[in-house]
């Protein structure tokens, strides 16, 4: 018999360690481990974590074998393993109806359970007495499930258990918009079952998916049938919520070492290594102690001043926690597992040595790491005074499961026992090493062959859609509608993904469907949603956006290949010619680089083998699912849908038998657009318009509602009617809101001898409209007297609804590019853009709140959290007054925000709240400045801006970048009819063609400004906000001196330099308060004010001190309660001044002086700083006219206006203000304030 060996001596030593702390502990029916001996549930995180060291520790024996009883040992290991995994899946499996009413709801009372009765794996609390939901738990499960399935364990055994796994999928897919109670099962650190997104579940969530995607679950004896599909586009959500959040864990707590667990071990889940060392940086120099690592700062769990006898914190009661939170060993065993595979030596013996020195020694001598060290009751004032200094005492758990097993499955890797890729066979670990560069492929396809001749004409050579036969391209939508089918399980009753939008990553891969090869065209491009892809230049930009996307978050192996077709949407008007913005495109393409981004264009088969392939066998012959038998899936999706960007099979399948896949296909792209049934305008001359002159659209909807008993509320933001030939219908004012007057009752409706509209006469006027709105006006009418589905029985034609027609206007009104009808007419169909749910989570999930409809509330809606896409879709347009084209522009501008805030996240720095009806007013604003025109003008102006045009002026506002819009001319042959205007930016020597004229004029005033803002106070190297130039106004500041040529008072060319240079700084501050841009360290200051006086009064609103005794400074929900005080102001000039006077303030709170009053009454120091500045203007010869004074706020507008810097700047007032308001509080010296 061979002699024992020294390993084998100590894999012996640790096996017993096992039994005796973890495999004593599971239930031989369930495999099930139970928390303790004293808590007999199983929590699903935990048993999956501490089934970790028995999984290793078989590899182990496996791998070092002196003896067969050595292999039996390991199979007997591994076994139980495999019996837990299958524990927890029953558990899950068992309440099947859970994840399915999940997928749809993201709701905490239809989460699986976090724990489950050991013995029999049913539930042990109800659905509402626990925070059940914790995605990360779950995701972890997934993890594992991958790597053992990858490590040869086999755990799953039959196709439904498959399904119900793809079904897990699609539950943790939405993870980054998904608020949870996270790893600590609390929620917000107050303890009052407050859910909030949590960076440990996205992270581990987006580890759980990269890692089970493609994998199949039967191992080396699996099929296609068996293999788990994941959405690339869902796991780039998670990255890039992930990095958003970091190293910031939740808005309740600024850091967390639950993190650990996510940019190391087992997640691996963050690519930048910088990020993941300044998390790490950030874990160890604020939660580290001498027993392990707190959880997260003002943690009261098991700490002396904690209250046993409930289970919810009082808000100021946090701050009893500070500096006595218990310290946790099993961070150390997290760092030790980080160190050995970063490959770190001295972290894993230093963090080693550290561990020995807590563990407790049970009996036998056995190692036991303890749950938690706590501060011995008699020691908690002395730990207050000198933090880590009191020696504290294990309690909780003993030994802690969880902990005790990444402790031995640190040893064994430490010791070499086990390598760092046999725990880790997926190579997670290798997440931060260098990614090679993307060269993204793009097959350039014609629609049709005139369109290929076109491009031949310019050296463009492409093939046409129905040349690339056998490949079918197809657009995205199909692609949503199959995926629909994956999942699938009838005896489960489980219906699959749910139809949602697929991104550029999840369309530039190359699919084979039952053994066909499938390309599918980018979402971006299809027009039957929404209008953004009815603009070539918008298509253009976001061709130009996703290929950058695309080089940035491809992951998979093999090349992206993006389908990009060119159809008759893209030729100019006539379809003589491509688009000029196409055409560039395509040269920039053929050119090699986009945007920064490597292409390469060709043949579409020619890029089939370096293609990255997926087979989606779901779909394959003999599978149970019928593709034709439930089309709820088809029916749910409008059919106007389907109006655009089909690719009949007929053009490119030559087979005359079609299977049951094209005939699914053939029925999803049908459409019911090509019967033209509205009439065409009426162009004879002299032709009067349908109504009056005097009634805008808002009219005709007041009387109609009036008529059918409707009130209609009264805003400030009116219905748009775009200026169709001549202007004949008063516009929508986003400018001024002022009171209008009740519309004439008679708009010379044909009547009935009831006196009543007659509707069918009405209907009949369609034929003699001069113009598309005039058709609209009466079609609107209709609408709301009849609905959409009334059949309007137009010239002895049945089955024409409102609707029909309305579809057919809108594609008219597409064709000649008319924005502002687009716009209304989309209002009416109630069109959504089909990623507006995916925008608004982007935003929210990055931090930011937004708001629809303008202030105060309640009218301007908060939204503060994900919304199902109807709800959105209702809030808008309740916050909107019902203004249609106003809630139209809305989605627009919430659209173009999260491309923005994907793309250029620094473009929103400190912005907390993103104020959409703000925005929208000031955007009209800015039109109204520079173009010289009124506000409906300009209103009017805003709403006929093609959708790049609205982009571009939203990115100006964002960036600070001074820009200029100018009035252009359209060509002569253009049918659009829509005011043209040019948007640009401006370089240091002008602005428009107009300035450059007097260029040389404006030299020296310019180079005053340049010198202004660099010594501005706040702006830190930026503008405040962007410049809109005109052709009449300088890119100079208020004057900061009164005196002078440029005095208010002077006379003649001085006058008029004082005209041009006016309102620039109230431009500025309207701008930024719109938009909250705040300083940078903005809330911190604000923190530390609150710390020396009882709170601060912000328009009638107190910021309580007491908000830092729940909050820490570096909490992102205490930056949105500052927030939440400040959007109280509806005057956005306002509330920057109320911005800049609490920088001020902060001065003075960073001296040495323990207070600086009780309630500090902001409005009175900026009021103060007013009265100063009017008495200075006062003194130097100021009229009354220049020192008017805003009714609203009682502040002067050129109090406003004035430049921060300078003697005569709103520092030197407010900093008079706030010295004169504190002085009682201040040290005396013998300086005097001057």
């Given at each position: 018999m061979r002699s024992r060996s020294n390993s084998g001596v100590r894999l012996d030593g640790y096996a017993r360690l096992v039994q005796q702390t973890i495999l004593c502990h599971q239930n031989p029916v369930t495999g099930l481990l139970s928390a303790s001996k004293e808590q007999k549930d199983a929590w699903v995180r935990d048993n999956v974590y501490s089934i970790l060291a028995v999984w290793g520790l078989g590899m182990a024996y496996r791998k070092n074998a002196d003896r067969d009883e050595d292999k039996a040992k390991a199979y007997e290991l591994e076994q139980s393993v495999v019996k837990l995994m299958q524990g927890l899946l029953q558990c899950m499996m068992r309440q099947v109806d859970k994840v399915e009413k999940f997928k749809h709801t993201q709701s905490t009372k239809d989460c699986l359970h976090a724990k489950y009765n050991t013995s029999t794996c049913s539930t042990v609390v109800g659905d509402d007495q626990w925070g059940h939901l914790q995605v990360d738990a779950t995701s972890l499960y997934l993890l594992y499930l991958a790597q053992m399935t990858a490590a040869g364990l086999r755990i799953i055994s039959n196709l439904d258990e498959v399904a119900f796994v793809q079904n897990l999928v699609f539950y943790i897919e939405a993870a980054y918009k998904v608020a949870d109670y996270g790893m600590w099962e609390r929620g917000d650190k107050t303890n009052q079952g407050i859910a909030e997104l949590n960076g440990s579940s996205v992270g581990m969530a987006k580890a759980a998916l990269e890692a089970i995607d493609e994998l199949d679950l039967f191992g080396a004896h699996g099929g296609p049938k068996s293999v788990i599909h994941v959405l690339p586009d869902e796991v780039e959500h998670c990255q890039s919520i992930l990095c958003s959040m970091l190293p910031r864990a939740s808005t309740s707590k600024e850091i967390d070492s639950g993190l650990l667990s996510v940019i190391s071990f087992p997640a691996f889940a963050v690519e930048n290594m910088d990020l993941v060392n300044v998390t790490k940086n950030e874990i160890i120099t604020k939660l580290q102690g001498r027993h392990g690592c707190c959880r997260f700062l003002r943690d009261g769990y098991k700490t002396p001043r904690e209250d046993p006898n409930r289970l919810h914190y009082d808000p100021a009661e946090l701050k009893l926690f500070e500096n006595i939170e218990c310290e946790w060993p099993i961070f150390w065993t997290y760092l030790i597992l980080d160190g050995i595979f970063n490959g770190d030596q001295v972290q894993v013996q230093e963090y080693r040595d550290a561990l020995e020195g807590i563990l407790i020694r049970g009996k036998h001598g056995i190692r036991l790491v303890p749950e938690l060290y706590a501060v011995p009751p008699d020691k908690v004032e002395e730990e207050y005074r000198n933090p880590h200094t009191v020696d504290r005492v294990p309690a909780g758990k003993l030994p802690h499961m969880w902990g005790q097993s990444l402790y031995i499955l640190g040893s064994l890797l430490a010791e070499g026992f086990l390598a760092a890729g046999e725990i880790d066979p997926l190579n997670r670990r290798f997440s931060t090493s260098f990614k090679p560069d993307v060269v993204v492929q793009v097959s350039i396809l014609a629609e049709t062959k005139d369109i290929q001749t076109l491009l031949q004409k310019y050296g463009i050579k492409v093939e046409t859609i129905a040349e690339v036969h056998p490949i079918q391209v197809q657009p995205a939508r199909i692609l949503s509608h199959i995926y629909v089918k994956l999942g699938n399980s009838k005896k489960l009753k489980l219906s699959g993904r749910p139809y949602r939008h697929i991104g550029v990553l999840g369309t530039s891969k190359v699919y084979v469907i039952r053994n066909r090869i499938y390309t599918f065209i980018p979402q971006f491009i299809d027009q039957h949603h929404f209008y953004l892809a009815l603009d070539n230049r918008m298509i253009a930009e976001m061709l130009r956006t996703e290929l950058a996307y695309l080089t940035s978050c491809w992951r998979m192996t093999g090349r992206p290949t993006l389908t990009f077709p060119i159809t008759h949407s893209m030729l100019t008007e006539g379809g003589t010619d491509i688009d000029p913005a196409i055409l560039a495109t395509l040269r920039k393409l053929q050119d090699g680089y986009l945007g920064g981004a490597r292409v390469q264009t060709?043949?579409?088969?020619?890029?089939?083998?370096?293609?990255?392939?997926?087979?989606?066998?779901?779909?394959?012959?003999?599978?149970?699912?019928?593709?034709?038998?439930?089309?709820?899936?088809?029916?749910?999706?409008?059919?106007?849908?389907?109006?655009?960007?089909?690719?009949?099979?007929?053009?490119?399948?030559?087979?005359?038998?079609?299977?049951?896949?094209?005939?699914?296909?053939?029925?999803?792209?049908?459409?019911?657009?090509?019967?033209?049934?509205?009439?065409?305008?009426?162009?004879?001359?002299?032709?009067?318009?349908?109504?009056?002159?005097?009634?805008?659209?808002?009219?005709?909807?007041?009387?109609?509602?009036?008529?059918?008993?409707?009130?209609?509320?009264?805003?400030?933001?009116?219905?748009?009617?775009?200026?169709v030939l001549k202007k004949h219908r008063k516009s929508l004012n986003l400018v001024d809101a002022q009171p209008r007057k009740d519309p004439d009752s008679d708009l010379h409706l044909p009547r009935d001898r009831h006196g009543n509209v007659d509707c069918q006469s009405l209907a009949e006027q369609l034929k003699e409209c001069p113009t598309l709105q005039d058709q609209a006006d009466i079609l609107y009418i209709l609408y709301v007297i009849k609905g959409p589905d009334w059949d309007m029985n137009l010239s002895g034609q049945y089955g024409v609804t409102v609707h029909c027609l309305l579809s057919e206007l809108y594609c008219q009104a597409g064709i000649n590019q008319e924005w502002g009808l687009i716009r209304y007419i989309s209002g009416m169909l109630h069109k959504r853009v089909e990623v507006l749910a995916e925008a608004c989570t982007d935003l929210i999930s990055h931090q930011k709140q937004l708001t629809v409809g303008l202030p105060p509330e309640p009218r301007e809606k908060v939204i503060a959290a994900p919304l199902p896409p109807e709800q959105l879709n209702n809030l808008i347009y309740e916050a909107s007054g019902q203004d249609i084209s106003i809630a139209v522009l809305t989605q627009e501008i919430m659209v173009y925000l999260a491309m923005y805030v994907r793309s250029q996240p620094s473009l929103f720095g400190d912005m907390l709240r993103l104020r959409i009806g703000l925005i929208i007013q000031v955007m009209a604003t800015e039109l109204t400045r520079s173009l010289h025109c009124s506000g409906e003008e300009a209103s009017e102006s805003?709403?006929?801006?093609?959708?790049?045009?609205?982009?571009?002026?939203?990115?100006?506002?964002?960036?600070?970048?001074?820009?200029?819009?100018?009035?252009?001319?359209?060509?002569?042959?253009?049918?659009?009819?829509?005011?043209?205007?040019?948007?640009?930016?401006?370089?240091?020597?002008?602005?428009?063609?107009?300035?450059?004229?007097?260029?040389?004029?404006?030299?020296?005033?310019?180079?005053?400004?340049?010198?202004?803002?660099?010594?501005?106070?706040?702006?830190?190297?930026?503008?405040?906000?962007?410049?809109?130039?005109?052709?009449?106004?300088?890119?100079?500041?208020?004057?900061?001196?009164?005196?002078?040529?440029m005095s208010p008072t002077g006379l003649g060319g001085a006058h008029m330099n004082w005209d041009e240079r006016q309102g620039q700084w109230l431009r500025r501050r309207r701008l930024d308060g719109a938009i909250n841009r705040v300083p940078m360290g903005f809330y911190q200051k604000v923190w530390k004010i609150l710390q020396k006086c009882h709170g601060l009064s912000i328009d009638g609103y107190v910021l309580p001190s007491s908000t830092t005794r729940e909050m820490t400074v570096g909490e992102i929900k205490f930056a949105v309660h500052v927030e939440s005080v400040l959007n109280h102001v509806p005057q956005p000039e306002y509330r920057q001044l109320l911005v800049e006077a609490i920088l001020v303030l902060t001065l003075v709170a960073d001296m040495e002086v323990q207070s600086i009053g009780g309630i500090i009454h902001i409005d009175r120091i900026i009021h103060i700083a007013n009265d100063l500045f009017r008495q200075d203007q006062k003194a130097h010869g100021a009229s009354e006219y220049f020192l008017e004074q805003d009714p609203a706020t009682g502040i002067c507008n050129l109090f406003y206006d004035s430049a921060p810097s300078g003697g005569f700047g709103t520092m030197t007032y407010l900093s008079k203000a706030v010295a004169t308001y504190v002085q009682d509080f201040l040290p005396n010296t013998s300086c005097q304030m001057q």
């Open positions: 060709g043949k579409l088969s020619s890029f089939l083998t370096t293609s990255f392939h997926t087979e989606l066998s779901f779909l394959d012959l003999g599978c149970d699912d019928q593709l034709l038998v439930d089309e709820e899936d088809c029916d749910s999706i409008d059919n106007d849908e389907y109006q655009h960007g089909g690719y009949p099979q007929d053009d490119i399948n030559k087979d005359n038998v079609k299977d049951e896949l094209d005939q699914y296909i053939q029925h999803l792209l049908q459409s019911t657009a090509p019967k033209s049934h509205l009439p065409p305008i009426c162009q004879t001359p002299g032709q009067h318009h349908v109504f009056s002159a005097e009634h805008t659209t808002r009219d005709i909807l007041s009387m109609v509602a009036k008529a059918k008993g409707l009130e209609v509320p009264k805003v400030s933001m009116y219905l748009p009617s775009a200026n805003l709403m006929n801006l093609s959708p790049s045009d609205m982009k571009n002026l939203l990115h100006h506002i964002l960036s600070g970048k001074e820009f200029g819009v100018e009035r252009s001319v359209r060509p002569m042959e253009s049918s659009a009819t829509s005011p043209a205007i040019s948007i640009h930016e401006v370089g240091h020597t002008g602005a428009t063609k107009t300035e450059r004229t007097g260029i040389i004029r404006l030299k020296s005033e310019m180079k005053q400004l340049d010198d202004q803002m660099t010594q501005s106070f706040f702006f830190s190297g930026q503008s405040i906000g962007s410049n809109v130039t005109s052709p009449r106004s300088t890119r100079c500041s208020s004057p900061s001196s009164p005196s002078g040529t």
